[in-house]
């Protein structure tokens, strides 16, 4: 299925609606992006594009639409497909008069997942009712009122990857949270340059693509629950030691996607303890890796019974919440190989 992506000056948004019909599903403002219908592209997919026979891009723009699908490949945090030019590429990606994008269209695109996409762009000076297009790239000095191919290039990279138009808030303070906008904007208004996804852009890529390793950071536009578990040996002999075993995932939701049961590793979680019977938790220090993803671990030496437990605290660099796990017991044994301590228990020897 073609989805036209409608163009218009920006100062006109408030006239216009977003007339797009083929979003899977409603989108509440400031959260991820939408995602379109149509299905996905693989995991890490290499989509190869050329340019689109008899509407060769100009020198110029060839270099500004290579750098917006470089800018896919360093700022999707996720596992989206990526965009590489070859001259034998199956993706077409064409300049100029032969442009499909509709009455006020600047760029356009097509996708049919996971096979095949294409792209157009309007050529320079194309005359509209608001008046004639401006690149910035065909000017030593950009003038005011032109667009930014890079930042339409990556727009449209990122319609082919599935994405919708992101709802803003009414006010648009949020316009830099996405680049895939249903108005862009030119130069001088915010946003007219930007060369990276936006964190709500990202946050639908990782849901749908998942993201790139299991310490890779979650993009701060989800908010995504997590869940904390603790083991422990249920005994230990006196003077000895047991290892707690806390477990990290992203909680098990539909609504997450790929992200759901995730392990999440290089986080900072902490062990926690109390003596049985009081409430006071203390602090017994940072847990190291564990042996398997999103797993952590520290080794206690103990001398009475304990209770532990692990916190993990919402960092405030990525979208995850914080979680507690459930109280493990650890009951101390009585002393066994002299010389016993005099604070071990009555009649341990």
Known sequence: MKHIRDRRLAVLVSTLTLGLSVLAGSAVAHGPDPFLAGGAFGQNQA???SW?????PVAAIQTAIKAAAADVTATRGSKAATFTYATTGGNPIGYGLGATCGVNGIACFTRTAPTSFTMWLREQGHVFDWGSLK????????PSGCFDVETIALDEFGHVEGLGHHVNEPDESDYLDAVVQTFSHAKPQVGWNVHAFGVCDVATLQRVYDVLSWSAKYSTCNLLATTLTVA???TVVYG????AVATLKVTDASAYGRLGA???SGRVVTLQTRAPGTTTWLVAGTMTAGATAGTYARTLTLTADVQ???VFKAPTDEGLGGSISSTATIDVGPCKVAPCPMSAPAGSQ
């Open 47 to 49: 989509l190869n594009f």
């Open 308 to 310: 532990v437990r692990a």
């Open 52 to 56: 689109r026979s008899g509407a060769v």
């Open 240 to 243: 000895g030691s047991a290892t």
């Open 135 to 142: 690149w910035c790239q065909s000017y030593s000095v950009p």
């Open 232 to 234: 422990a040996p249920a």
């Open 262 to 264: 995730n392990p999440l």
